[in-house]
């Protein structure tokens, strides 16, 4: 009898040992990672550059906390940044996505007592979207617009309301007095892999201008690389300036840390960082506002320094920009009954399934036994959803290694094909 908690129903797999995009079971069958372990294995299994700089941050100080100095953590946090938001701002690192939501939930808080509503009360309410993901952290469930992680939870903390994606007209309908926030990821991964349309960006960051809400972008799931762009909003909306980002995942390729930033903006809209109020967003949370006892340790930072610096070095956005493009034309050349449509960006890609001409079990969802039976063929490939099935390789994914797993996928889908 198994000692863990059983929030998940696994797969009937156990992985053992991972090498590049190939992982093997106990039993010695190796299987395509085009899961990677959802969106975190950025440059595959353990790869050199990863294994060497822990090994060699490991052996000098694997932990000191937050109460000293970490250099990792400032040069982290300057190449995140200088080279990758490219707009002024401050880094704070925990270590997960979840997390990462609720240091940006807690400053918009923050925000609304420094900028109240008419009347002196703060502002606090947070809008987000229908189908988004959060994290699984109380403020995380309650910001995500999914029924499903929210059962048997309440009561949740208040303050949160979930709009149309996409639609920008209920969400102009929807701003109120206690609204302080918009939290959004450009690309949502869990609900089914949506795509947010560069108008709808747009619409939202001048809406925020407009009431003087915060833009809060997750990119746990897209950023790094993931989407193409290291941003993964400057492939919808290049000249968008959020206010606060969080991310996860693949900054540190499978060792866990997260992070969010928050804009150097001066706290009142109006003023340009005026000498005599030199008050910024990212000041709002100053000493014994936020804190951790793991997160930014030198083993984390040493980790996602050498991530970050081997997608740069070796031009790793290149290659997800074409992989991308093949993997899309060789879909369309499938013209397969059970494929609606392909969505998504870089190596983030949503496969729409027709479920109606699907044989699916009773009881189960289309996708998740599609992702059961693509296992049996050597592949992984998570849902999105139900009726979506997610390619998530690494970064650093071959044609060869695309082409040998779209042939499972297709195959797979025609053998589950039940009329034409
Ligand atoms: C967009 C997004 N935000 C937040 C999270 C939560 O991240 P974590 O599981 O690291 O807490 C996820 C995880 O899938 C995610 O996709």
Known sequence: MSHILSTYGRFPLTLVKGEGTRVWDEAGNSYLDFCSGIAVCALGHSPKVLVDAISQQAATLIHCCNLYHIPQQEELATLIVEKHVKLPGKVFFANSGAESNDGLIKSARRYGHANP???????????????????????????TGQDKVKEGFNPLPTGFRHLPFNDLDALTAAIAPETVAIILE??????????????????????????????LLDEVQVGFGRCGDPMAWREIAPELEPDGISWAKGMGGGFPIGAFWLSDRPLDRG???????????????????????????????????AVLKEIADKKLIENVRAQEAHIRE???LWNHPLVTEVRGKGLLIGIGLDTEKMSTPEGKLPSIHLSAELIKSGLLAP???????????????????????????????TSLQTSP
């Not at 006892?293 to 996602?304: D, I, K, Q, R, V």
């Open 271 to 305: 003023l340009q960082s005026a000498p005599e109020n030199p008050a910024t967003l990212s000041s709002l949370m100053g000493p014994g506002s936020h804190g951790t006892t793991y997160g930014g340790s030198p083993l984390a930072c040493a980790a996602s320094l």
């Open 383 to 413: 849902p999105a959803g139900p009726a979506t099935l997610r390619l998530l390789p690494p970064l650093n994914v071959t044609t060869e290694e695309v082409d040998q797993a779209l042939k499972i996928v297709h195959s797979t889908l």
């Open 330 to 332: 060789t879909i369309a």
């Open 186 to 215: 450009p690309i949502q991964g869990e609900g089914g892999v949506n795509v947010a349309t560069p108008e709808f960006l747009r619409g939202v960051a001048a809406l925020c201008k407009k009431h003087d809400l915060l833009l």
């Open 117 to 143: 509503q008419a009347d002196g009360s703060p502002r606090y309410e947070v809008l987000s979207f229908k189908q988004s993901f959060h994290g699984r952290t109380l403020a995380g469930i309650s910001a």
